[in-house]
């Protein structure tokens, strides 16, 4: 339960000015691990660990958190707990995201801190978190359940823009899996309209969600070949969430394109610091580094 109600508090941390954080898919590598927390930190990179679990009943939750320095002499820096009606789910993520920062000294940038908390139906989230998980499969039935699962979402609240976001995603990656070329083409001049207006809407309804911006880099990279508005839409998302490693992967990628191989190790060097754990990640610094 806590790896799907993370994603919310983690995107709010990557906001935080001068504070690195580690990818999801890297962090929940260790879910109910049994390993020592200066163990997980040393794979992870950082210098804290933020640990968390919800306990849900039938109309509200309760989220306990605590921050962990991993030294030897482990110490928990603070700890809390928050009860909330589910409903107020992205509230309750608000508060602890907030809250957290003033704890390790940070301040949330004023235009972060201007961001309304939005409401979303509940059912609508958990069938976006449903999307979500199976996009992370990357295989061809979970990436058909994903659109699904989206598009279901939307159909219930049209107003959460992270679902758009992600059904861009969805559509962008099944084209990968289509292995006829004929098919491959016709799906991509098919589907980037669809990308290309739920992307629209995403940013319509948040504009500070710069997951959207980077997905918009995705499609003009893969889809139309356009490196140099991939990197434009690449550097606009990572001003608004520096956190995002996909963004790096994609002006990695750009550098690659352009044959600046110093400059794609290094821009790939960060993603990896981001998302270490990640195949993909470590795939392409191999990748450049053998390419150098």
Avoid at 90 to 103: G, P, R, T, V, Y
Avoid at 118 to 126: C, G, L, S, W
Avoid at 147 to 158: F, G, M, P, Q, V
Wanted: hydrophobic letters at 40%.
């Amino acid at each position: 339960i806590w790896k799907n109600d993370c994603k919310k508090i983690i995107i709010e941390l990557s906001k935080l000015k001068g504070l690195r954080v580690i990818s999801r898919g890297s962090a929940m590598m260790f879910q109910d691990s049994t390993k020592l927390y200066s163990e997980i930190a040393e794979k992870l990179g950082v210098d804290l660990l933020l640990e968390g679990s919800v306990i849900y009943s039938t109309d509200s939750l309760r989220v306990i958190v605590q921050l962990i320095e991993p030294s030897r002499k482990e110490r928990h820096l603070w700890a809390s707990k928050y009860d909330q009606n589910s409903s107020n789910i992205f509230h309750l993520a608000d508060d602890i995201s907030s809250q957290i920062a003033k704890e390790i000294h940070l301040v949330v940038s004023p235009e972060v801190a201007k961001n309304q908390v939005k409401q979303v139906d509940p059912k609508a989230y958990e069938l976006y978190l449903r999307g979500k998980y199976l996009w992370y499969q990357q295989n061809t039935a979970a990436m058909k359940n994903a659109i699904k699962y989206l598009k279901e979402s939307i159909e219930i609240d049209s107003s959460y823009a992270p679902a758009y976001s992600t059904l861009a995603e969805a559509y962008i990656s099944i084209n990968k899996f289509i292995l006829n070329n004929e098919e491959k083409l016709q799906n991509r001049i098919d589907s980037r309209i669809a990308i290309i207006n739920a992307l629209n809407k995403a940013i319509e309804l948040d504009g500070s969600l710069g997951d959207a911006f980077i997905t918009k880099g995705n499609m003009l990279g893969k889809f139309d070949w356009d490196w140099e508005g991939m990197k434009k839409m690449a550097e606009k998302g990572l001003q608004i969430n520096p956190n995002n490693s996909y963004g790096y992967i994609l002006l990695s990628n750009y550098h690659l394109v352009k044959g600046d191989l110093g400059n794609a190790i290094n821009v790939a060097l960060v993603a990896e610091k981001l998302d270490p754990l990640n195949p993909r990640t470590g795939c392409l610094v191999a990748e450049t580094y053998f390419m150098d």
